[in-house]
């Protein structure tokens, strides 16, 4: 179902852009979440070529031209973004919106001589365990770690460690195969065999599990230093229901910890992505604070999903933080005051996730849709879809954003927008194998 959105950046002036820029941008991914991206790419004046795997790409349909790749296929995106480059016009930058493909875009970027960061720290971006491994010995707060090898070695980490814990693939995404085991109930084979069904390369990790506050962060690093205008109250209400999995319900914003952990978070922000070797380039965090001390649970090396660069952060405080990566993407600098918030408005987010079952009815999207206030409301099944339990992020099944002069008053319209949009489903009884 088309989403209703309402783009943060519809004011913004195109017609100085226009003139100055004429080049080719590569955004790596078509799908739902990066086209509010590829749309301020177009308003910039800039020649749009998206790469993706999916002829039906929505995407494509804004582009002005496409490129048929996996963008988890990076061999096969260099080659195609190569051969676009000899054959068809230069390509002046690139950039993924949405999609966790660091290590794609750093190929490309090194391949063709564009800006980017270096393969180094795409490599330890995509991959948790060297990540940690590096924070650690940079003396990067992070929660205690482990590589676990097998469910015996996971047995005797528990046995050593106690609970709680996290089991998670080192190089999977959107919360798939990660595990808060908190008590002796929880059967570890089961545990270790899913986690490590999710990891391409079968390989698992172990973290002590910190209680706290969590946040989102988004920051540009310009010249080794972090500006960080996107910061998010994460929403885990549903720790228990959905447990042992760890299921995100959306965020709120301006957050509401005090100045000095903001400032510490931020702080720690730049210190992690200097880890990374990050000292021009887009970084997503997601931080716990543990004992009012924030610690690293991940840094990505690309903007976020879920919404947060495109809609939460510029409906929170006017930065136009996309426009900008795409800036940096293309070998400029971004002013620090453009990444400096100009106001706190209220924004909350928050997920559909319907009883698992057939989908048989979906209502309330129109009237939502016509709320003033909704500036994003999507929904991700159709009648007929299988609804299954939720496991991970990307199986909810819809997503509402709320703006308000306050943080609670968009909290109450996100709630309430949930309450009204009813996605009806019966249950399923699976067949017995024949
Ligand atoms: N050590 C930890 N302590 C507390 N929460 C954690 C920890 N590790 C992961 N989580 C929670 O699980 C979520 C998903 O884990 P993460 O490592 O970010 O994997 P993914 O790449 O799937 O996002 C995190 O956003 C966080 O809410
Ligand atoms: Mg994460």
Redesign the pocket.
């Known amino acids: 179902m088309r989403p209703k959105t309402t783009l943060p950046f519809h004011h913004l002036s195109t017609a100085k852009e226009k003139k100055t820029e004429a080049r080719a941008l590569l955004i790596i991914s078509g799908g739902l979440e990066a086209v509010p991206g590829i749309i301020r790419a177009k308003q910039m004046g800039l020649y749009v070529v998206v790469s993706d795997q999916n002829p039906e790409a929505p995407g494509f349909a804004l582009a002005d031209d496409h490129i048929i790749a996996s963008t988890y296929d990076l061999e096969a995106t260099v080659a195609a973004a190569w051969h676009y480059q000899r054959t068809v016009r230069p390509i002046d930058g690139v950039i993924t919106i949405a999609a966790d493909v660091p290590l794609t875009v750093a190929s490309v970027a090194e391949q063709l001589g564009l800006p980017g960061i270096s393969l180094e720290s795409a490599r330890l971006a995509s991959d948790?365990l060297a990540m940690k491994q590096k924070f650690a010995a940079d003396g990067v707060p992070i929660?205690w770690f482990s590589p676990v090898d097998s469910s015996e070695h996971l047995r005797q980490i528990v046995a050593e460690q106690g609970f709680p814990l996290?089991l998670?693939p080192v190089d999977?995404?959107?919360?798939?195969g990660?595990l808060r085991l908190v008590g002796p109930d929880i059967d570890l084979d089961w545990a270790y065999q899913l986690s490590r069904s999710f990891s391409p390369t079968g390989r698992v990790m172990v973290?002590?599990?910190?209680p706290g506050p969590?946040v989102s962060t988004e920051s540009i690093m310009i010249d080794g230093l972090a500006y960080t205008p996107g910061f998010s109250d994460?929403n885990?209400e549903y720790l228990d229901r959905y447990a042992p999995y760890?299921i995100?319900n959306g965020g709120d914003l301006p957050s509401r910890l005090p100045d000095q952990i903001q400032q510490a978070v931020r702080e720690l922000v730049q210190q992690a992505a200097l880890s990374l070797g990050i000292t021009q380039g887009v970084v997503k965090g997601?931080i716990?604070v543990f004992e009012g001390q924030p610690r690293v649970?991940?840094l990505a090396a690309r903007l976020s999903g879920g919404y947060f660069c495109t809609h939460e952060i510029p409906l929170n405080t006017g930065v136009d933080l996309v426009g900008q990566a795409i800036r940096l993407a293309l070998g400029e600098k971004p002013e620090p005051s453009s990444l400096i918030p100009r106001f706190q408005r209220g924004v909350a987010q928050r997920y559909l996730m319907p009883e698992p079952g057939r989908v048989v009815r979906i209502s309330g999207v129109d009237e939502v849709s016509r709320w003033p206030d909704i500036a994003l409301c999507e929904i991700r099944v159709k009648v007929g879809d299988l609804v299954r339990p939720i496991t991970n992020h990307p199986a909810r099944a819809g997503v509402v954003i709320a703006t308000a002069e306050h943080r609670q008053q968009a909290i109450d319209r996100a709630v309430e927008a949930i309450g009204c949009l009813k996605i009806d489903t019966v249950p399923v009884v699976e067949s017995p194998p024949k």
């Open positions: 948790k929660p996290v998670k999977s995404r959107g919360a798939r990660v973290e002590r599990f910190l969590q994460r885990y760890i995100e997601d716990v649970i991940e």
